[in-house]
Structures are given as C-alpha cells and as structure tokens.
C-alpha cells in the first residue's frame, strides 16, 4: 500500500462524500471545469467568507494539472481578495488533490446581489464562478472525491469543512476515514478497515476551529478484501468518518 501511494506522490510532484449527510454523485464526464461552493461564518466583529473550489473531473492527466494563483470578486466597484488557505490533513503523504480552499475576513456583506462573480485564476486563466453564498444549518460540510490517475491507481478524498463549534462530537478509535465499495446487489467487496486492528482512544473530530477545512484520504489498488482485482462494472462508494455520537456518510457512483 505505501508503494501505491509512493507512487501515486510522485505522479502528481513530477506533474504538476454532527448530522447524517448523503449525497448522490454521478461520475460524469466533465460537465464544467470547476465545481464551488461559497459559505459564511460568524467571527465576532467580523464574517470569515469561505470559498472551496474543486476539478468537476475525477481523472487526473499530464496535461490536467490546474496551478490556483487567486480567487477574488468585485463588490460595489472594489475588489476583495480571497486568501488561499492551506487544507490541514494529518496523513504521512502530501498529495497534490486539485482542490482548493480560500478565504477572507471582513466587516462587509459579500455575495448574492452585493457582488459580482468570482474569479478563480488558475494557469493564468480566468474562470467566472457565481458567487452565491450557500445557507446550512449544519456543523459540517462534507466534499468526497473519486480520483483516478490510471485502471489500478485510485485515492478517496474527503474534505471535512466546520461550520458551526465543537458540541462533544468524537472518533472512538483511531480510525478516521472508512471506505466501503458495494456492488449494485448491496455487496460489500471491498472496506478499508478489513482485518485492521484500530487503537480503542478516544479521538479529536478535525477541524477543531469553525471556518477550518481538514483533509481524510483513503487509497485503493482496485482489489477486493481477498485480493483479486476488480472487473468492470458500475458500484456505490460510501465515505464514512465515524464519529460519535452521529456519523458523516457520503455516497458516490463509481464505473469502472
């Protein structure tokens, strides 16, 4: 497993899914270049504006590879700049996943009616996002991803964004992250924490700190528990962080 993601690590240097969620999300291919999602968060005498930007496309390629350089908007005819904020993970590997986070703290009302589009720049090319701010109730926000880089090589990515403060939310062991891939009987033929023996501790949910993003990642060599490799075929990918006392779900489409 560690040769898969020293692998997967050099590809992409060289190169340069508290509340029950579940989202359903076709694999499709390349409806837009970007997907967004633009949040609000109180910070006493000011709003912390949180903007996540991610690649629509699951593939990763040679001549793919998007560079971020700004995020900003113009409202009432002066521009905001939003900071390009770090994805906190705690995982031994530093993967290059093509999403970002930015952000910015001000007194003003951003968005909706107050403010024109965004515009991301990466490559030095310019892309227009509605700016639209999403209204939640919820503690977090959830982002999975599928990415591909070839037929055996893949990674589970979720993004764990904090809306709201910490309420007693926990780990009860040492695992963060669990994948299970079913097939469209219901099957489980494959699930990251088979045969794996996690420390019974009491763990911290990250991110701690509301308007903070942290990074959960799973790979896969597209074998199954007993080791034999995964034909073609349509399946459901559930991204379960366990926390207590109510899990986060996601669930994806994946057609291999």
Excluded at 137 to 142: D, Q
Excluded at 165 to 171: A, I, R, S, T
Aim: aromatic fraction near 14%; hydrophobic fraction near 40%; charged fraction near 30%.
């Amino acid at each position: 497993m560690k040769a898969l993601l020293y692998t997967f690590l050099l590809v992409f240097v060289f190169n340069n899914c508290q509340s029950k969620q579940i989202e359903k999300n076709k694999m499709n291919s390349k409806p837009t270049v970007f997907e967004h999602y633009a949040y609000v968060v109180d910070k006493g005498d000011f709003k912390k504006y949180l903007i996540y930007i991610k690649k629509a496309s699951p593939r990763i390629s040679k001549i793919d590879l998007f560079l971020p350089e700004e995020c900003f908007t113009k409202c009432e005819g002066k521009r905001i700049d939003f900071a390009k904020t770090p994805i906190e993970t705690n995982d031994e590997y530093q993967v290059a996943i093509p999403a970002w986070f930015f952000t910015v703290e001000t007194k003003k009302n951003l968005g909706n009616e107050n403010c024109e589009d965004l515009i991301f720049v990466a490559n030095k090319i310019e892309y227009p996002l509605k700016f639209n701010i999403i209204q939640t109730n919820e503690k977090f926000k959830s982002f999975p991803q599928i990415l591909i880089h070839d037929d055996t090589t893949f990674l589970f990515v979720l993004d764990l964004l904090r809306l709201k403060p910490e309420e007693g939310e926990y780990f009860p062991t040492s695992e963060r992250l669990r994948i299970e891939i079913r097939n469209k009987q219901g099957k489980t033929i494959w699930n990251s924490d088979f045969d794996l023996n996690f420390l019974q501790v009491i763990g911290k949910v990250e991110p701690e700190e509301v308007g903070k993003i942290h990074r959960y990642i799973v790979p896969w060599n597209r074998r199954d528990n007993s080791g034999k490799f995964i034909e073609k075929g349509d399946f459901e990918v559930a991204f379960i962080l366990p926390i207590k006392p109510t899990n986060i779900l996601n669930i994806m489409e994946l057609s291999l």
